[in-house]
């Protein structure tokens, strides 16, 4: 079966660090990707992870362990901007179908 | 560059009228196409898709059905809707390699009422 899990909903600070973990159970994996999708509107790509390791991009910086069925997000020097929803997403083994999580709101408080 | 169109942005149907969402990419051949629903505050439930024309799984059963008549374009219909039905409905698209990501186009609200 197919399970990947979040937490529902996070609070944080305007300035601070923020880290949204995701954990998965899937019958393939050929990736994981992250997407922000703010209210009303469609998702957009922030990151992908392969293999193990952690993967930066600006800002925001992903983490993958495969062998934990493990991935976290992290979100630097937060901005009001960034609050929404954060997806968590797996390609299956044959290439085909993306799973998403329930994604974490993410409210950035002043 | 690519890009994928979906309209309408938003329908109010009643219970029991039929659905015809469309869904274009352009830029790119033979894309991996989808169709996915999201219930207010939930993620998101992949409902149907394609690798090729004609070729459509599908992963909840359900009254929606999908076709792709030609390359790149995809269709989500209903005969009858229900309350049920109601939510965010997204298509999206993707290349066919292992890293390729998911592109979603804006969303269609759907309301039944």
């Known amino acids: 079966g197919q399970n990947i899990d979040q937490p529902t909903e996070m609070t944080a600070t305007e300035g601070a660090i923020v880290q949204i973990n995701c954990t998965y159970q899937?019958?393939?994996?050929?990736?994981l990707f992250w997407y922000q999708q703010h209210a009303g509107e469609a998702p957009t790509f922030l990151s992908y992870n392969v293999l193990d390791g952690l993967e930066e991009k600006g800002r925001f910086s992903s983490f993958l362990s495969r062998s934990k069925g493990y991935s976290y997000l992290l979100l630097k020097e937060l901005q009001m901007k960034d609050s929404a929803s954060y997806l968590c997403?797996?390609?299956?083994?044959?290439?085909?179908?993306?799973?998403f999580g329930p994604g974490t709101r993410l409210s950035v408080l002043p | 560059s690519q890009t994928i169109h979906q309209w309408p942005a938003t329908l109010v149907q009643p219970v029991g009228s039929p659905l015809s969402l469309e869904c274009t990419v352009e830029g790119t051949s033979n894309p991996n196409l989808y169709w996915y629903r999201q219930a207010a505050g939930r993620g998101l439930q992949l409902l149907f898709y394609s690798v090729g024309i004609g070729q459509i799984s599908s992963e909840v059963p359900q009254n929606l059905s999908a076709s792709r008549p030609q390359d790149r374009q995809f269709i989500l219909s209903s005969k009858k809707l229900l309350l049920s039905d109601s939510g965010f409905y997204l298509c999206?698209?993707?290349?066919?390699?292992?890293?390729?990501?998911?592109?979603f186009g804006s969303g269609t609200q759907l309301s039944v009422l």
């Open positions: 899937t019958s393939g994996f050929n990736g």
């Open positions: 999206a698209w993707s290349g066919t390699g292992g890293s390729e990501k998911l592109f």
């Open positions: 997403a797996v390609r299956d083994n044959y290439g085909q179908n993306f799973v």
